[in-house]
């Protein structure tokens, strides 16, 4: 829904409890060299929930070359 530097906020399948740690990847929109697909690799720590939305503040992200599947942080 929305990503900033220091934080993402998103919809989820189920509610989330306040200071629980996660790791989250994006599908990042532009390919790298005009062929390869990228993904951004967020962790952090959930801050604000409500319902099925939640916002994370980013502690750590990197940038990785899409293959299979995501590799924890």
């Not at 996660?22 to 005009?34: H, I």
């Not at 390869?36 to 503040?57: D, F, K, R, Y």
């Amino acid at each position: 829904m929305d990503l900033s530097r220091s934080g993402v906020r998103f919809t989820t399948d189920r509610p989330l409890d306040t200071g629980l740690n996660l790791e989250l990847a994006v599908q990042w929109p532009v390919l790298l060299d005009g062929d390869v697909h990228l993904q951004l690799a967020l962790a952090g720590s959930i801050v604000w929930a409500e319902g099925n939305e939640a916002a994370m503040e980013i502690l750590r992200y990197e940038f990785r070359t899409r293959g299979g599947q995501i590799e924890p942080m």
